[in-house]
């Protein structure tokens, strides 16, 4: 089992900067890969960027790419994902979720954190 809790979302006007932090607990030590997700009122959850564990290999929604950076803290069990030259239409509720080593899709997630982006 892995615990994630994320936090750092907040309302901030279009063209700000926020960190989103993602502690994980519990058998850490069998995260293969963190993901950011998010979800705004009406749409479905969308893949936002994602990194391995140990490599730190990442990638990132067309999107977001550009203006997001995907990072973690392996000492620290926590993951990053630092939203640079935020847009309206990037306000929505952000997840962090887990992969584990040997299994296919994401099995852990956090409550989520809203962020809103002001025009």
């Known amino acids: 089992q892995v615990q994630l809790v994320e936090s750092g979302g907040r309302l901030v006007q279009a063209g700000g900067s926020l960190r989103l932090s993602c502690v994980a607990s519990g058998r850490t030590f069998s995260i293969f890969r963190m993901g950011w997700f998010r979800q705004a009122p009406g749409k479905e959850r969308e893949f936002v960027a994602g990194?391995?564990?140990?490599?730190?290999?990442?990638d990132y929604a067309d999107s977001v790419k550009g203006r997001f950076t995907i990072s973690r803290d392996n000492a620290k069990n926590t993951g990053y994902l630092q939203m640079n030259s935020l847009k309206p239409e990037d306000t929505a509720v952000y997840y962090c979720a887990a992969q584990l080593v040997g299994v296919g899709d994401y099995r852990y997630w956090g409550q989520g954190t809203q962020v809103t982006v002001s025009s």
């Open positions: 990194i391995t564990w140990r490599g730190g290999s990442t």
